[in-house]
């Protein structure tokens, strides 16, 4: 679900809407056409997207290992192998 932002659309309004707002809704959703706290018109804003390039999104090993979490890889199908942090070396699915 994407987060909209929302920004009055005339001088009338609430300090909030007045200063724009974001509001996380549905696709399917219409467009709000009132400020929830004061009913003052508002519009959609358009706002600039988040790119992720390359690999720079994801958690380094070394990052999840120094706040306690675990991390596993599958191997193959129901085998994984620790890639970070404490635990078991493998886990494995036993067939049970």
């Known amino acids: 679900m994407p ?3 929302y920004i009055a ?3 009338r309004g609430c300090e909030r809407c007045r200063a724009g707002f974001d509001l996380l809704q549905r696709l399917s959703d219409a467009p709000l ?3 929830p706290h004061c009913g003052a ?3 959609q804003r358009i706002s600039a997207p988040t790119v992720v390039a390359g690999n720079s999104h ?6 999840l290992e120094k ?3 675990t991390q596993y890889r599958k191997v193959s199908k129901g085998v994984y ?3 970070a942090g404490k635990g078991p070396t493998h886990i494995a699915d036993d067939g049970k």
């Not at 994801?58 to 990052?63: D, N, P, V, W």
Request: aromatic letters at 8%; proline letters at 4%.
């Open 58 to 63: 994801r958690t380094s090993e070394s990052h």
């Open 81 to 83: 192998e620790k890639t």
């Open 9 to 11: 659309s005339t001088e």
């Open 41 to 43: 018109p508002v519009h």
């Open 67 to 69: 706040h306690g979490f």
């Open 33 to 35: 056409q009132q400020c």
């Open 3 to 5: 987060i909209y932002e």
